[in-house]
């Protein structure tokens, strides 16, 4: 199984392309499952060969994770992970049978995504003017975030290079490697270019702390640097966000709600919803329709705190209003 997964995982990387993030995601979940099943059916000191695994393998090892509380939908992606896995190993000539194809993907009830209203927006993007260069990447970062619609990987995969300041376009790089060129507004503009105007002061304190010091900047060096002077990663910008919002809000603010709120906007100010797919890189239009059903759901809610007709207390008459006029 060891040498089965290297080979997979070298697939991804140079036939497949996706994030580094994704392929250290695929490996971690294939190496969980052969722990698993090492130690429920095999050995821990034995390296199972693709062709003994079953089907039974597979569900014992979903049960286990549900049995510890995981989600239908991380269920799923698991399951995906593995379906890939042996479909590539099928097709390579490693197995003949694939365990896998027998097994169902767990039913997902609908789930629709966490947007914050604009006024919420607004409130977790009106920052007091940036006194550090952190403060100022953090806001180009928001800002970035929910002008773009950018996933937090395309949005951490960014290059100076990659900004069309001048036309307020960036170039995200999304899944596949697909590349594709969205507007960026004026405010995401501006803070961006605060940002790089407290540059020197970040390369100054970062020169303090190291021997080494900076490497030239260029085009091809990352946008959102960390403290070290190397790439944000994933997790650092959920942190960060995560800081940002603090207990403001009664819902949980992630990159991905800025992206769900970019959409959801952008529908109610009436885009068009293969616009919306183009600018969020969904290879799917069905995948973007789910944000009609947001759309349509934030209506409801203002249609019964307003009709008159709707049935709901907060919509009745105020006092001295003529029931008959």
Known sequence: MNDAIR??????????GGS?????????????????????????????????????HIRSYLKHLSDQGLKKTSLARKLACLKSFFRYAHEEGRITHNPAAAVRSPRLGTHLPTVLTKDEATTLLDAPTAQTWIQARNQAMLETLYSSGARVSELVGLNWDALELETQLIRLRGKGKKERRVPIGTVAVEAILEYKRQLPLMAKAIWSKSSKGLPPRSGLQPLFLNTRGGRLTTRSVERIIKQQAGDRFPKTVTPHTLRHSFATHLLDEGADLRAIQELLGHASLATTQKYTHVATDQLMVVYDRAHPRSGSSVASPRQGDNPQS
């Open 7 to 16: 080979a997979f995982i070298l697939y991804l990387q140079l036939e497949r």
């Open 20 to 56: 580094e993030e994704t392929h250290r995601n695929y490996q971690s979940d294939l190496r969980q499952f052969l722990a698993h099943i090492q130690k429920q059916f095999f050995s821990t000191t034995i390296d199972p060969q693709p062709t003994a695994i079953q089907a039974l």
